[in-house]
Protein backbone atom coordinates (compact mmCIF):
# COMPACT_ATOMS: atom_id res chain seq x y z
CA UNK A 1 0.00 0.00 0.00
CA UNK A 2 1.47 3.28 -0.77
CA UNK A 3 0.18 7.10 -0.50
CA UNK A 4 -0.41 9.26 -2.85
CA UNK A 5 1.86 12.30 -1.96
CA UNK A 6 0.41 14.64 -4.68
CA UNK A 7 0.31 18.22 -3.43
CA UNK A 8 -2.73 20.26 -4.14
CA UNK A 9 -2.52 23.39 -6.54
CA UNK A 10 -0.65 26.52 -4.34
CA UNK A 11 0.83 23.86 -1.63
CA UNK A 12 4.71 24.99 -0.27
CA UNK A 13 6.31 22.42 0.32
CA UNK A 14 9.11 23.61 3.38
CA UNK A 15 10.23 20.44 5.40
CA UNK A 16 10.54 20.37 9.10
CA UNK A 17 9.77 24.12 11.15
CA UNK A 18 10.50 27.24 10.32
CA UNK A 19 13.16 27.81 12.67
CA UNK A 20 15.06 24.92 11.92
CA UNK A 21 15.93 23.80 15.03
CA UNK A 22 13.65 20.36 15.52
CA UNK A 23 15.21 18.34 12.79
CA UNK A 24 12.94 15.67 11.69
CA UNK A 25 14.13 11.84 13.38
CA UNK A 26 13.26 8.50 12.73
CA UNK A 27 10.96 6.72 14.58
CA UNK A 28 11.04 3.38 16.30
CA UNK A 29 9.95 1.97 13.54
CA UNK A 30 13.32 2.11 11.71
CA UNK A 31 14.50 -1.01 13.58
CA UNK A 32 11.96 -2.99 11.79
CA UNK A 33 13.54 -4.99 8.42
CA UNK A 34 12.20 -3.47 5.10
CA UNK A 35 11.03 -7.11 4.32
CA UNK A 36 8.61 -7.06 6.98
CA UNK A 37 7.34 -3.64 6.41
CA UNK A 38 6.75 -4.88 3.02
CA UNK A 39 4.95 -7.81 3.79
CA UNK A 40 2.57 -6.07 6.34
CA UNK A 41 1.69 -3.47 3.75
CA UNK A 42 1.14 -5.92 0.91
CA UNK A 43 -1.40 -7.59 3.36
CA UNK A 44 -3.00 -4.09 4.28
CA UNK A 45 -3.43 -3.60 0.55
CA UNK A 46 -5.11 -7.18 -0.10
CA UNK A 47 -7.63 -7.32 2.72
CA UNK A 48 -7.02 -4.25 4.53
CA UNK A 49 -5.98 -5.46 8.10
CA UNK A 50 -3.43 -7.81 9.48
CA UNK A 51 -2.86 -9.47 12.10
CA UNK A 52 0.46 -9.73 14.60
CA UNK A 53 0.50 -12.81 17.07
CA UNK A 54 3.08 -12.86 20.12
CA UNK A 55 3.56 -9.36 20.74
CA UNK A 56 3.01 -9.49 24.20
CA UNK A 57 3.96 -12.34 26.80
CA UNK A 58 1.47 -13.64 29.35
CA UNK A 59 2.94 -11.52 31.75
CA UNK A 60 2.80 -8.51 30.31
CA UNK A 61 -1.09 -9.11 29.37
CA UNK A 62 -1.62 -9.95 32.96
CA UNK A 63 0.17 -6.43 34.06
CA UNK A 64 -2.26 -4.41 31.84
CA UNK A 65 -5.38 -6.43 32.95
CA UNK A 66 -4.08 -5.96 36.59
CA UNK A 67 -3.51 -1.91 35.89
CA UNK A 68 -6.41 -0.95 33.57
CA UNK A 69 -9.12 -2.96 35.29
CA UNK A 70 -9.77 -0.80 38.21
CA UNK A 71 -10.22 2.05 35.23
CA UNK A 72 -13.14 0.87 33.81
CA UNK A 73 -15.70 2.73 34.84
CA UNK A 74 -19.58 2.97 33.25
CA UNK A 75 -20.49 1.22 30.34
CA UNK A 76 -21.12 2.98 27.05
CA UNK A 77 -22.83 5.89 26.25
CA UNK A 78 -25.18 4.48 23.95
CA UNK A 79 -25.32 1.74 21.40
CA UNK A 80 -22.32 2.22 19.30
CA UNK A 81 -20.34 2.18 22.10
CA UNK A 82 -21.96 -1.02 23.82
CA UNK A 83 -24.62 -1.28 26.84
CA UNK A 84 -22.78 -3.77 27.92
CA UNK A 85 -19.44 -2.57 27.07
CA UNK A 86 -16.55 -0.62 29.49
CA UNK A 87 -14.45 1.83 28.24
CA UNK A 88 -11.50 3.16 29.89
CA UNK A 89 -10.32 6.66 28.15
CA UNK A 90 -7.45 8.57 28.63
CA UNK A 91 -4.96 6.22 29.34
CA UNK A 92 -1.79 7.81 28.86
CA UNK A 93 -2.46 10.36 31.83
CA UNK A 94 -3.25 7.00 33.95
CA UNK A 95 -0.33 4.30 32.91
CA UNK A 96 2.20 3.98 31.78
CA UNK A 97 1.58 0.07 30.78
CA UNK A 98 0.34 0.84 27.42
CA UNK A 99 3.22 2.81 26.46
CA UNK A 100 4.63 0.15 24.46
CA UNK A 101 1.70 -0.44 22.79
CA UNK A 102 1.20 2.66 21.36
CA UNK A 103 4.98 3.13 19.75
CA UNK A 104 5.58 -0.64 19.42
CA UNK A 105 7.87 -0.61 16.01
CA UNK A 106 5.82 -3.49 14.43
CA UNK A 107 3.11 -0.67 14.17
CA UNK A 108 5.31 2.37 13.70
CA UNK A 109 7.22 0.49 10.79
CA UNK A 110 3.81 0.54 8.96
CA UNK A 111 3.00 4.07 10.19
CA UNK A 112 5.80 5.35 8.96
CA UNK A 113 4.83 4.07 5.22
CA UNK A 114 1.24 5.09 5.07
CA UNK A 115 1.03 8.38 7.23
CA UNK A 116 2.60 11.71 6.59
CA UNK A 117 5.74 12.14 9.15
CA UNK A 118 4.49 13.45 12.22
CA UNK A 119 1.44 11.49 12.15
CA UNK A 120 -0.72 11.84 15.60
CA UNK A 121 -2.30 9.40 17.65
CA UNK A 122 -6.05 10.15 18.04
CA UNK A 123 -6.93 8.05 20.94
CA UNK A 124 -6.52 5.44 23.47
CA UNK A 125 -8.34 3.41 25.31
CA UNK A 126 -9.50 0.09 26.59
CA UNK A 127 -12.65 -1.70 25.69
CA UNK A 128 -14.21 -4.13 27.91
CA UNK A 129 -16.77 -6.39 26.20
CA UNK A 130 -19.28 -8.04 28.54
CA UNK A 131 -21.42 -11.17 28.63
CA UNK A 132 -24.77 -10.14 26.83
CA UNK A 133 -23.37 -7.36 24.60
CA UNK A 134 -24.64 -7.04 21.07
CA UNK A 135 -22.78 -6.77 18.03
CA UNK A 136 -21.40 -3.03 17.06
CA UNK A 137 -22.58 -1.23 14.50
CA UNK A 138 -20.33 -1.94 11.15
CA UNK A 139 -18.18 1.35 10.51
CA UNK A 140 -14.94 3.20 8.93
CA UNK A 141 -12.72 5.12 11.92
CA UNK A 142 -12.42 8.22 9.26
CA UNK A 143 -16.01 8.01 8.72
CA UNK A 144 -16.49 11.59 11.02
CA UNK A 145 -14.10 12.87 8.72
CA UNK A 146 -16.48 15.08 5.83
CA UNK A 147 -14.07 13.22 3.13
CA UNK A 148 -16.07 11.77 0.36
CA UNK A 149 -15.34 7.56 -0.77
CA UNK A 150 -13.07 6.15 -1.71
CA UNK A 151 -10.28 7.61 -0.46
CA UNK A 152 -7.19 6.87 1.11
CA UNK A 153 -6.68 6.25 4.56
CA UNK A 154 -6.92 9.31 6.35
CA UNK A 155 -5.60 6.81 9.70
CA UNK A 156 -5.50 3.42 10.84
CA UNK A 157 -5.73 1.52 14.08
CA UNK A 158 -4.69 -1.25 16.69
CA UNK A 159 -6.29 -3.64 18.89
CA UNK A 160 -4.57 -5.13 21.09
CA UNK A 161 -6.04 -8.35 22.55
CA UNK A 162 -5.66 -8.60 26.41
CA UNK A 163 -8.10 -11.71 27.15
CA UNK A 164 -8.13 -14.12 24.21
CA UNK A 165 -10.29 -12.89 20.76
CA UNK A 166 -12.56 -15.78 19.94
CA UNK A 167 -15.83 -16.26 17.78
CA UNK A 168 -18.09 -15.97 20.78
CA UNK A 169 -16.39 -13.50 23.17
CA UNK A 170 -16.69 -10.50 21.31
CA UNK A 171 -13.84 -10.96 18.71
CA UNK A 172 -13.41 -7.89 16.48
CA UNK A 173 -15.17 -8.93 12.97
CA UNK A 174 -13.59 -7.20 10.04
CA UNK A 175 -15.05 -7.05 6.24
CA UNK A 176 -11.68 -7.86 3.98
CA UNK A 177 -11.47 -5.49 1.22
CA UNK A 178 -13.73 -3.27 2.25
CA UNK A 179 -11.38 -0.18 2.69
CA UNK A 180 -11.64 -0.08 -1.34
CA UNK A 181 -15.12 0.58 -1.30
CA UNK A 182 -17.01 4.02 -2.40
CA UNK A 183 -19.88 5.32 -1.23
CA UNK A 184 -21.56 1.66 -0.44
CA UNK A 185 -22.44 0.84 2.51
CA UNK A 186 -21.98 -3.74 3.75
CA UNK A 187 -24.65 -5.76 3.13
CA UNK A 188 -25.72 -9.54 4.08
CA UNK A 189 -23.86 -10.93 0.97
CA UNK A 190 -20.48 -9.31 2.20
CA UNK A 191 -18.18 -11.61 4.03
CA UNK A 192 -17.48 -11.10 7.74
CA UNK A 193 -14.73 -12.56 9.58
CA UNK A 194 -14.39 -12.72 12.88
CA UNK A 195 -10.64 -11.32 14.26
CA UNK A 196 -9.82 -14.30 16.37
CA UNK A 197 -6.39 -14.33 17.56
CA UNK A 198 -4.55 -15.36 21.64
CA UNK A 199 -4.75 -12.70 23.77
CA UNK A 200 -0.94 -10.95 23.65
CA UNK A 201 -2.01 -10.38 19.59
CA UNK A 202 -2.48 -7.61 17.71
CA UNK A 203 -4.75 -6.46 14.78
CA UNK A 204 -3.98 -3.57 12.58
CA UNK A 205 -6.35 -1.80 10.06
CA UNK A 206 -6.65 1.09 7.79
CA UNK A 207 -8.89 3.63 8.44
CA UNK A 208 -11.16 2.93 6.06
CA UNK A 209 -12.18 -0.63 6.72
CA UNK A 210 -15.51 -1.72 7.45
CA UNK A 211 -15.36 -3.53 10.83
CA UNK A 212 -17.19 -3.53 14.54
CA UNK A 213 -16.96 -5.56 17.55
CA UNK A 214 -18.68 -8.89 17.26
CA UNK A 215 -21.24 -10.06 19.78
CA UNK A 216 -20.54 -11.42 23.51
CA UNK A 217 -22.33 -14.99 23.57
CA UNK A 218 -19.57 -16.56 26.06
CA UNK A 219 -19.31 -16.51 29.68
CA UNK A 220 -16.32 -13.76 30.22
CA UNK A 221 -15.75 -10.10 29.39
CA UNK A 222 -12.99 -9.62 26.42
CA UNK A 223 -10.40 -7.08 27.49
CA UNK A 224 -9.19 -4.73 24.69
CA UNK A 225 -6.61 -2.05 24.35
CA UNK A 226 -6.73 0.41 21.21
CA UNK A 227 -4.75 2.76 19.77
CA UNK A 228 -5.91 4.80 16.70
CA UNK A 229 -3.90 6.90 14.80
CA UNK A 230 -4.18 9.71 11.91
CA UNK A 231 -2.45 11.84 9.25
CA UNK A 232 -1.30 15.42 11.04
CA UNK A 233 -3.36 17.79 9.57
CA UNK A 234 -6.39 16.11 11.09
CA UNK A 235 -7.68 16.84 14.11
CA UNK A 236 -7.44 13.62 16.48
CA UNK A 237 -10.57 12.58 18.32
CA UNK A 238 -8.63 13.30 21.73
CA UNK A 239 -7.15 16.42 22.84
CA UNK A 240 -3.82 14.88 24.12
CA UNK A 241 -2.29 18.47 24.76
CA UNK A 242 -4.82 19.38 27.61
CA UNK A 243 -5.21 15.27 28.73
CA UNK A 244 -1.87 14.73 29.46
CA UNK A 245 -0.61 17.09 31.51
CA UNK A 246 2.99 18.66 29.88
CA UNK A 247 4.76 17.20 33.19
CA UNK A 248 3.53 13.91 32.23
CA UNK A 249 4.54 14.50 28.86
CA UNK A 250 8.16 15.73 29.39
CA UNK A 251 8.36 11.92 31.03
CA UNK A 252 7.17 10.13 27.48
CA UNK A 253 9.65 8.88 24.66
CA UNK A 254 9.95 10.74 21.88
CA UNK A 255 8.02 8.88 19.41
CA UNK A 256 5.13 9.37 22.01
CA UNK A 257 5.48 13.31 22.31
CA UNK A 258 5.53 13.83 18.67
CA UNK A 259 2.08 11.98 18.20
CA UNK A 260 0.86 13.72 20.89
CA UNK A 261 0.66 16.77 18.93
CA UNK A 262 4.31 18.03 20.37
CA UNK A 263 5.79 17.95 16.62
CA UNK A 264 5.39 20.17 13.91
CA UNK A 265 3.31 19.60 10.25
CA UNK A 266 5.59 21.92 7.85
CA UNK A 267 5.61 24.49 7.59
CA UNK A 268 3.37 25.25 10.99
CA UNK A 269 0.69 23.36 11.94
CA UNK A 270 0.74 22.64 15.54
CA UNK A 271 3.36 25.86 16.24
CA UNK A 272 2.74 27.45 19.49
CA UNK A 273 3.27 31.09 19.59
CA UNK A 274 5.15 30.77 16.24
CA UNK A 275 7.45 28.24 17.64
CA UNK A 276 8.03 24.61 17.85
CA UNK A 277 5.33 22.95 20.56
CA UNK A 278 8.76 20.96 22.29
CA UNK A 279 9.74 24.49 23.32
CA UNK A 280 6.72 24.80 25.50
CA UNK A 281 8.04 21.42 27.34
CA UNK A 282 11.68 22.91 27.61
CA UNK A 283 10.52 26.00 29.34
CA UNK A 284 8.27 24.33 32.27
CA UNK A 285 5.12 24.72 30.56
CA UNK A 286 4.65 28.10 29.95
CA UNK A 287 3.18 29.35 26.69
CA UNK A 288 2.51 33.19 26.21
CA UNK A 289 2.02 35.49 29.12
CA UNK A 290 -1.35 37.46 28.93
CA UNK A 291 -1.45 41.06 30.51
CA UNK A 292 -4.74 42.51 31.64
CA UNK A 293 -5.57 46.00 31.98
Wanted: charged content about 20%; aromatic content about 6%; hydrophobic content about 40%.
Amino acid sequence: MTVDREQPLGYTDLRGDLAGRYHPTPTGGAQVDDKLVDADLAALDRNGYLIWEGLLDGDECAAIRAEVSPLLGHTGRNSFEGNRTQRAYGLLNKTRLCDRLVEHPRVLAVLDRLLLPNYLLSILQAINIQPGESAQLLHVDDGFYPVPRPHPPLGAATIWAIDDFTEDNGATVVLPGSQRWGRREPDDADVRRPVVMPAGSCVFFVSTLWHGGGANHSTGARLAVTAQYCQPWLRPMEAFTLSVPPATARGLSDDIKRMLGYSIHPPFVGAVDGMHPLRLLEHGGAAVSVRSG
